[in-house]
């Protein structure tokens, strides 16, 4: 569960870090524009240009990383749904194993119980024509 958390707080950051790129590299566009309806020199182009490119660079590595650790976090969840799964299942056999322990004490108590009704009725009759026989 902590891996699982771990790997979504990564992604967060990722995320995160891509969407201040992306915003960072609007602005910096943005500026170009108003520099070069001001008049630009071709130095500050090129600067403006190797900025951008960098940006995107930037945005395109933090892009392959995201999709990396994307992939590791469905991995994690599956793990963890398999898991999950897995002990609900153990779970349900140990109730079902629980529930047919007790059905069988349950019914092997009704079957001595039984005997034992019908050994003393039979002890009751046998000693009721024992007595019968003495008397007579």
């Known amino acids: ?3 699982l958390a771990k790997s979504q707080s990564d992604v967060n950051q990722v995320t995160e870090y891509i969407e201040e790129l992306e915003a960072e590299f609007r602005k910096a566009r943005n500026d170009l524009e108003l520099e070069s ?3 630009i020199t071709s130095e500050q182009l090129g ?3 190797d900025y951008l490119n960098g940006l ?3 945005t395109f590595e933090a892009k392959t990383v995201l999709e990396t650790l994307m ?3 469905e991995k994690k969840r599956v793990a963890l749904n398999t898991r999950s799964i897995e002990r609900k299942i153990i779970q349900n056999l140990k109730d079902k194993r629980r529930k047919e322990y007790v059905d069988e004490t349950l019914k092997q108590q ?3 119980s039984d005997e034992m009704v019908l050994l003393s ?3 009751v009759k046998k000693s ?5 026989t003495v008397t007579s």
């Open 1 to 3: 569960m902590q891996e």
């Open 37 to 39: 309806e001001k008049g």
């Open 47 to 49: 600067r403006y240009i």
């Open 56 to 58: 995107e660079q930037r």
């Open 71 to 73: 992939a590791i976090l």
């Open 110 to 112: 009704q079957s001595d």
């Open 121 to 123: 009725g039979a002890f």
């Open 128 to 132: 009721d024509s024992d007595a019968g």
